[in-house]
């Protein structure tokens, strides 16, 4: 079975300073990942997914990450946080069964500091 | 492209009414769509596995009659709150995917949410 740990509840950075999201999965399968931005009282917003093309996968608002199969890890990175990066962030992965249903990280929030 | 519209987004309601949440697929048409429900500072939990013009699929513990959903078409999902109670406040997201939905690894695409308070 999969499933998906986040192993930060809650981030804090400096405006202009790097950020790391931290996500460990597990799955029998060759997994399909994705990270979705969640902004307070909004849906989901896709960032980016990997899909066993590339290891390093680049997604919308400066965001990529590196799938590591050797480490089960696949965090998510960006170079220079902005405030409007502040909001929750959810690590995915997909059911390979029918369907595509998702399995979902209990969340990561970062907040974002002047 | 690949846009989802949830409506309403914020409903206030007395105990014991029925509430209706409806999803939509603006730009594309969705086999398959689904139904979470988010408690504060929690992550989604799937309830449902709406495709269109059959029945739902129910994720375990989730009652049927209480939360009925119709997939009629192809770009309208709906999802029902018979007779709901201050337990059934919560904020509530669909999602859809695009094409057949039978694709490894396709993104789901999601609603803005509804937020449902039940006085």
């Known amino acids: 079975a999969q499933s998906v740990t986040q192993l930060d509840s809650h981030v804090s950075v400096s405006e202009g300073t790097p950020v790391l999201l931290r996500c460990n999965y597990s799955?029998?399968?060759?997994?399909?990942l994705f990270w979705y931005v969640q902004h307070p009282n909004k849906g989901l917003q896709l960032l980016l997914k990997?899909?066993?093309?590339?290891?390093l996968v680049k997604g919308i608002n400066g965001f990529e990450a590196e799938f590591k199969k050797s480490e089960t890890s696949f965090h998510l990175t960006k170079p220079s946080a902005h405030m409007s990066d502040a909001a929750e962030y959810f690590c995915v992965v997909s059911d390979q069964g029918g369907y595509n249903k998702l399995i979902f990280g209990a969340g990561t929030r970062l907040a974002v500091h002047p | 492209g690949a846009v989802v519209s949830q409506h309403p987004s914020w409903v206030i309601c007395k105990s014991g009414t029925s509430v209706k949440i409806e999803c939509r697929s603006l730009d594309f048409q969705a086999t398959t769509m689904f139904w979470y429900r988010q408690f504060p500072k929690q992550s989604l939990m799937l309830m449902a596995t709406s495709n269109e013009g059959s029945k739902a699929t129910y994720e375990q513990g989730v009652e049927k009659d209480k939360f009925l959903i119709n997939h009629a078409s192809l770009t309208l999902s709906t999802l029902t709150v018979t007779s709901a109670h201050p337990e059934d406040s919560s904020f509530y997201i669909c999602s859809a995917l695009t094409g057949t939905g039978g694709g490894v690894g396709q993104p789901q695409h999601f609603g803005d949410g509804t937020r449902l308070s039940i006085l």
């Open positions: 990997y899909t066993s093309a590339a290891t």
């Open positions: 799955s029998s399968y060759s997994p399909s």
